[in-house]
């Protein structure tokens, strides 16, 4: 895939070397000259630009007409969000991914400005120090498709109504599928007869609608 | 008013290019986007149609049913429909 990087700082620099491992065609774009040449040497195969990714010429120049991902990734919320509207709107991207820097901004990375998936890290970070502190509650970790679905996670405590049962007998709605059971650090892949036990950490992919049944469901 | 230089049939359009397209508006729709308003617009010539969406508006003065329209800017193909967002346009008489 060819992929354009905004912003040229670690996180930037680090998808950067990834993706060229995994044999994607990179450009890696960043305003400061100094960023670049301090750094190139390191990525080797990454493919180095001097610009403002918040201009049109720029992107035009980098090749965004044919790029298949773009992901602005700088520190600053404002040109990511006019990174990605550019991506989108002059020049039709497909997958448009943004980084989201203060998580008060998050209201505004979706497909109003372009934005296919948004990460925002204090947001993941939260989720992730629930996970660590709450056994037996429905903890959200990771929203996808625009906000429509989300990736949601519940540690099941001993009072859980799902103990004992197997999935297929759960009655989860259609909305909603486990994705993976993780038990003592084995994932095992969810089948129909797979029977969940007390501490199974319980991965689930579920939609607005269909959440408060899950929940219901799993952690009574 | 002479035809652009640019002006491509709706039909023979490429996806991802800058392009010129005319026609009649055969669709107007308020369409939610992430729960902001936008204005789908349906615009259809002799080939074809393609939809032009505007984001951040229920209405655009002058755009009208059966209105004729010229757009400009970079579609893609949303299933097999092409979509502009927020292209320029101008009204024709």
């Keep these: 895939m060819k992929v354009i990087i905004a912003g040229a700082g670690s996180v930037g620099r680090y998808m950067a070397g990834q993706l060229v491992l995994g044999g994607h065609e990179v450009t890696l774009l960043d305003q400061d000259p100094n960023v670049l040449s301090r750094h190139a040497a390191l990525a080797a195969g990454v493919n180095w630009a001097q610009g403002d990714g918040c201009e049109i010429d720029t992107l035009a120049r980098i090749g965004a007409a044919d790029a298949d991902v773009v992901a602005a990734v700088t520190g600053d919320d404002e040109d990511n969000l006019v990174i990605s509207l550019l991506a989108k709107q002059e020049f039709g991207v497909p997958r448009v991914v943004a980084r989201v820097n203060n998580p008060n901004n998050e209201w505004m990375f979706t497909d109003m400005w372009g934005v296919d998936v948004s990460v925002s890290t204090p947001h993941l970070l939260t989720g992730l120090v629930e996970e660590a502190v709450s056994v037996g509650s429905f903890v959200r970790l990771l929203t996808l498709a625009q906000g429509k679905a989300r990736l949601a996670e519940v540690t099941l405590a001993d009072n859980s109504p799902a103990l004992g049962q197997e999935i297929s007998r759960l009655g989860l709605p259609r909305e909603s599928t486990i994705v993976a059971v993780l038990r003592t650090s084995q994932v095992v892949v969810p089948r129909g007869d797979t029977v969940l036990h007390a501490g199974d950490e319980v991965m689930v992919l579920v939609t607005g609608e269909s959440e408060p049944d899950v929940r219901r469901i799993l952690v009574g | ?93």
């Design chain 2, 1 to 93: 008013m002479t035809a652009h230089p640019d002006l491509v049939e709706i039909a023979s359009a490429i996806p991802r290019r800058r392009i010129v397209i005319e026609g009649q508006v055969v669709r107007m729709r308020a369409r939610p986007t992430s729960g902001q308003p936008s204005l789908a617009v349906t615009i259809s010539d002799a080939t074809g149609s393609a939809t032009a969406v505007w984001t951040g508006r229920r209405a655009i003065g002058g755009v009208t049913l059966g209105r004729r329209l010229r757009v400009e800017g970079v579609a893609t193909l949303v299933g097999s429909q092409l979509e502009f967002t927020n292209p320029s346009y101008t009204l024709l008489p």
